[in-house]
């Protein structure tokens, strides 16, 4: 026999190591998946379902940005395209989809204090 080499012992069928040392191997991948979930999707399903939610509250007069960076106020809303004036009298009809950011929303005027709540003080 060699001076300086060691008896090589086969491991009994299965690996020896049983389910658990197939869990051990498996591990690294879950920890990846995880760590994914929680760094990458998540979030964007987050963003997602803002941008929907954002789409579904539009209304006509909110001035909103495009993602080509148009800027306008909502003249026409439709269930997959809106109408958008981005100057006066200059219409654009663009996919509902590609709004990115509501701007400002139209304001309702405020009541006026009716005249008869200062004349009864």
Do not use: C, N, Y
């Not at 049983?18 to 760094?39: S, Y």
């Not at 929907?52 to 509250?57: A, F, Y």
């Amino acid at each position: 026999m060699w001076p300086f080499a060691t008896d090589a012992f086969a491991l009994p069928p299965g690996g020896g190591e049983g389910a658990g040392g197939m869990i051990i191997q498996f591990a690294p991948f879950i920890l990846i998946f995880i760590i994914f979930w929680f760094l990458i999707i998540r979030p964007q399903q987050k963003k997602a379902k803002a941008h929907r939610q954002l789409l579904g509250d539009l209304k006509k007069g909110d001035e909103v940005k495009t993602d080509g960076g148009v800027h306008g106020t909502i003249i026409k809303l439709a269930e997959d395209s809106i109408t958008l004036e981005i100057s006066h009298k200059v219409p654009i009809r663009i996919d509902r989809t590609r709004i990115v950011e509501l701007i400002a929303t139209k304001r309702e005027p405020l009541p006026k204090a009716s005249d008869s709540d200062d004349q009864k003080k």
